[in-house]
């Protein structure tokens, strides 16, 4: 199991309703609900999985589809849609007939985090299962769930029966209730997911010339050879079938030092008398891959001040009581919310204006970048705290002190030549 500290509650649940039985089995409605704040399901979506615990088999399905239908050969007459012990089912495209659709399908598996779109962060189908066991003392749930969303990294929990659920009417005035109801519990780990990163930081401010890159292999070192050099333009065929080569690999990455698909580039931009400024500029290395609803998470302690956010949402992430230092950054629905490809258009970028807090804002120590950067979910590499940029010397540490020393630079410049001038 994965715990994540700034969405401790978020997970992917599973509910299985049972709704009415069968001559053989049971109509089950299957529900599939991320209520993760920050972590989406993209391209090419959720694929869910189990093995049965009898010889069930499935009759048919709307709203999604089992992969493999298995060896249904000992069937004479009806073919059941999937006679695999561990069926494994996938959502359907947006464009299926009707008749094959269900309440909240067909969405290609995508289903949004719950931070950004929470009507858009369900899906669901309907199961008829036969060989299963006609009453609640004979239906057995399936074991070992699995999930994938769409790589690794999701663990879940054994199914559990519950209290059925309950349905209402359109009107309101009636109320059903499931036969019976289990449900399972998928939550994600990042190291189960990949063994290094996805993405890294950078850093820089206005007032040293210095940019801290991201730390070197940040996300491991490839072979040259299987990265793209930044003059070479790749056409559309090219790219097309270095996708079915590459499949599943880290895909067409653009060669630089770091190695990651994704670089968070945090500039401090202007410190004025009240109020700094930071831009925040997310760059795709990846030549193959398009981010959708992409998600940014940081860290910083001045997040309490934050007063204006320019080009992207925000949505403070107060998780626990009294601490508001965590907040999440995403596009704007058919603006930025799509993160294109490496590229001239690859990239977006936002800018902060937080204000300060006159007992504790200092530009020293790094202390104006963020402590954490999390890109879809994932903890970006951040540089080692020693490489930092540092002030240039201790004038910038106090934003009033630059005046003062001004204004007596002037002050001794009219003396001499007042007494230049006697002389």
Same mark, same amino acid.
């Given at each position: 199991m994965g715990y994540d500290r700034f969405d401790p509650y978020g997970s992917i649940n599973i509910k299985w309703d049972v709704v009415s039985?069968?001559?053989?089995?049971?109509?089950?409605?299957?529900?599939?609900?991320?209520?993760?704040?920050?972590?989406?399901?993209?391209?090419?979506?959720?694929?869910?999985?189990?093995?049965?615990?009898?010889?069930?088999?499935?009759? *048919?399905? =709307?709203? #999604?589809?089992?992969?493999?239908?298995?060896?249904? $050969?000992?069937?004479? &007459?009806?073919? %059941?849609?999937?006679?695999?012990?561990?069926?494994?089912?996938?959502?359907?495209?947006?464009?299926?007939?009707?008749?094959?659709?269900?309440?909240?399908?067909?969405?290609?598996?995508?289903?949004?985090?719950?931070?950004?779109?929470?009507?858009?962060?369900?899906?669901?189908?309907?199961?008829?299962?036969?060989?299963?066991?006609?009453?609640?003392?004979?239906?057995?749930?399936?074991?070992?769930?699995?999930?994938?969303?769409?790589?690794?990294?999701?663990?879940?929990?054994?199914?559990?029966?519950?209290?059925?659920?309950?349905?209402?009417?359109?009107?309101?005035?009636?109320?059903?209730?499931?036969?019976?109801?289990?449900?399972?519990?998928?939550?994600? *780990?990042? =190291?189960? #997911?990949?063994?290094?990163?996805?993405?890294?930081? $950078?850093?820089?401010? &206005?007032?040293? %010339?210095?940019?801290?890159?991201?730390?070197?292999?940040?996300?491991?070192?490839?072979?040259?050879?299987?990265?793209?050099?930044?003059?070479?333009?790749?056409s559309s065929k090219a790219k097309s079938e270095e996708r079915v080569i590459m499949k599943g690999t880290e895909g067409m990455v653009q060669c630089t030092d770091h190695m990651c698909p994704i670089r968070v580039h945090w500039h401090v931009k202007a410190n004025y008398k009240e109020y700094w400024r930071v831009k925040i500029t997310v760059t795709n290395f990846n030549y193959w891959m398009n981010y959708t609803q992409w998600t940014l998470v940081a860290q910083h302690p001045n997040f309490n001040n934050l007063s204006n956010v320019y080009k992207f949402l925000y949505k403070p992430l107060t998780q626990y009581q009294f601490t508001n230092d965590t907040g999440m950054f995403y596009g704007i629905k058919d603006y930025n919310d799509l993160l294109m490809e490496a590229g001239p258009n690859g990239n977006v970028q936002s800018e902060l204006i937080l204000r300060k807090d006159t007992k504790a804002f200092t530009l020293e120590q790094g202390w104006a970048f963020p402590l954490k950067v999390y890109f879809n979910g994932d903890e970006c590499m951040m540089p080692l705290p020693e490489s930092y940029p540092s002030l240039p010397n201790s004038a910038y540490s106090n934003p009033t002190s630059s005046p003062i020393l001004s204004t007596f630079l002037l002050v001794a410049l009219l003396a001499c030549l007042s007494s230049f001038h006697l002389t």
């Open positions: 039985w069968t001559p053989d089995g049971y109509v089950a409605a299957v529900t599939i609900q991320n209520s993760q704040m920050y972590r989406h399901l993209m391209s090419p979506g959720w694929t869910l999985g189990w093995t049965w615990a009898k010889k069930e088999v499935i009759w *048919s399905i =709307l709203g #999604a589809q089992a992969t493999d239908q298995g060896d249904c $050969s000992m069937f004479r &007459f009806g073919i %059941p849609h999937c006679c695999k012990n561990n069926p494994t089912i996938v959502d359907l495209l947006p464009g299926v007939p009707k008749n094959q659709r269900f309440a909240s399908c067909c969405k290609s598996g995508v289903l949004a985090s719950m931070g950004q779109d929470p009507a858009a962060t369900i899906s669901t189908f309907q199961l008829t299962v036969g060989h299963s066991g006609t009453s609640n003392y004979t239906v057995k749930p399936p074991n070992d769930f699995y999930l994938l969303g769409p790589g690794s990294g999701y663990t879940c929990s054994a199914a559990t029966i519950i209290q059925p659920s309950f349905y209402f009417s359109p009107d309101g005035r009636r109320r059903t209730q499931a036969m019976m109801t289990w449900t399972a519990t998928c939550t994600y *780990s990042q =190291l189960l #997911a990949s063994n290094k990163p996805t993405c890294c930081v $950078s850093l820089s401010p &206005f007032y040293n %010339p210095m940019i801290t890159p991201c730390p070197s292999c940040a996300c491991g070192c490839m072979d040259q050879n299987n990265c793209i050099r930044k003059d070479i333009k790749i």
